[in-house]
């Protein structure tokens, strides 16, 4: 069993760090920056002994160095990719990694960039929960990551085989953005029930100064307009804003992605 813990770093990230309470060993998905993960490794007395990494933007890679240094020599599991030369376990769709003594599983969900990773844990991390989905900057709560070197195909493919997993499937995402993907969502299905009560439910949380992660994949499908691209409303509304002479969901999905960029 381990604890999942969200370390808030710059202005909306997420580092999340597993923890096993038994050996008060951790690792860390992302870590853009290294003084808040450090600052709670030492005041929680854990050893740091892995990092994984979902890509190569500066807000999830920049804080390994410092980390490397005080920690020693450790497994950094992330994409073959020569934009991320601190990677020393390079892995790809398919491999498996054993993280605190948990059986994890790669997914390439290329779209956010080229070599954008995702990691899956085989079992639940705690009874009762579901499997664990580390995701960066690929499926967001309520949203999806900026299309930065993919195609809409492409990411559309990625956030679908997200959408395949179990319904229980835990979400933990990269960043806080869903109270603004949230009002997106409303602006593209203003008729879905579901959306308007996550609005709220989400909104209290953040008034607490809770994390609204992590979410779970139903309640994406349910409210996540970038995985209901067969949805009739969505498909009205995409219809809407940018002639959709093909309305495959890939091409609802590369309506929605534009839309949302200049929402
Ligand atoms: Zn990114
Ligand atoms: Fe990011």
Known sequence: MLDIRPITAFTDNYHWLLVDTATRQAAVVDPGDAAPVLAYLTQ???????????????DHIDGIGTLLAKYG???VYGPATARIPQVNHA???GASL???GHSVEVLEVPGHTHEHLAYLSREPLAPGQGRALFCGDTLFAAGCGYMFEGTPPQMHASLQKLAALPPDTLIYCAHEYTLSNLRFAAAVMPHNTALHERQRVEAAKRERGE??????????????????CADPEVIAAAASVEALPERDPASVFGVLRR?????
């Open 259 to 263: 839309w949302k960029n200049r929402f």
């Open 98 to 100: 054993t993280l605190l």
């Open 91 to 93: 892995v790809q769709e």
């Open 211 to 228: 994390p609204t992660l992590p979410s779970t994949l139903a309640l994406e499908l349910a409210t996540n307009p970038f995985l209901r």
């Open 44 to 58: 929680h007395s854990l050893q740091l002994v892995a990092i994984l990494i979902t890509h190569h933007h500066a």
């Open 73 to 75: 020599p450790l497994p």
